[in-house]
Antibody, heavy 116, light 110 residues
């Protein structure tokens, strides 16, 4: 059974940093593009970033470019999202998702709240 | 990258069919057959309904179908059921190696 479990969310002050992790199991992690999608409270879905299977290629949305970095550790079956210079508008549930376009399996999400 | 355009809300009675449109541009929906649709119930993670314009993953009811014409994709739900009441999102790959989502459509089953 495919499972994606996010961790690392929480309350952080504006300008602060946080690292999200996503533990993957039930599939060959190193064979898949992985994606982060976020959803602000009461709002729609927003693509954040995706990373190639070998970690060589990374793409980020303009709204987070230069502040967020996606990475992965294939031997540990773990996906990461390093978030710096956090702003109020980054407050959202962050989902770890398998795939690049099909987005077929989603984690339960990790809530990140940016507030003083 | 602007969000894809979806109607904010649609409604239908049980047993009826409804269609949700998703309008993009020649840089996303019009350029690729990489359109997906997701269903999201309150407090839950989104669920993939349709990928690659019209492909249904295993386990998704055949009451859900997708199509595309030009820069607009559509999701049709036939034989509406009360459990179909949810938010629906479209998503497309884009020419700048990114993904773009629609703003979401709230489906009410009357």
């Amino acid at each position: 059974e495919v499972q994606l479990v996010e961790s690392g969310g929480g309350l952080v002050q504006p300008g602060g940093s946080l690292r999200l992790s996503c533990a993957a199991s039930g599939f060959t992690f190193s064979s898949y593009v992985m994606t982060w999608v976020r959803q602000a409270p009461g709002k729609g879905l927003e693509w954040v970033s995706f990373i190639s299977p070998d970690g060589d290629k990374r793409y980020h949305a303009d709204s987070v470019k230069g502040r967020f970095t996606i990475s992965r550790d294939n031997p540990k079956n773990t996906l990461y999202l390093e978030m710096n210079s956090l702003r109020g508008e980054d407050t959202a549930v962050y989902y770890c998702v398998r795939g690049k376009v099909q987005l077929d399996y989603w984690g339960q999400g990790a809530l990140v709240t940016v507030s003083s | 990258q602007s969000a894809l355009t979806q109607p904010a809300s649609v409604s239908g009675s049980p047993g009826q069919s409804i269609t949700i449109s998703c309008t993009g541009s020649i840089s996303d929906i019009g350029a690729y057959n990489f359109v997906s649709w997701f269903q999201q119930h309150p407090g839950k993670a989104p669920k993939l309904l349709i990928s690659d314009v019209r492909n249904r993953p295993s386990g998704v009811s055949n009451r859900f179908s997708g199509s595309k014409s030009g820069n607009t994709a559509s999701l049709t739900i036939s034989g509406l059921q009360s459990e179909d009441e949810a938010d629906y999102y479209c998503c497309s790959y884009t020419s700048i190696n990114a993904l773009v989502f629609g703003g979401g459509t709230k489906l009410t089953v009357l």
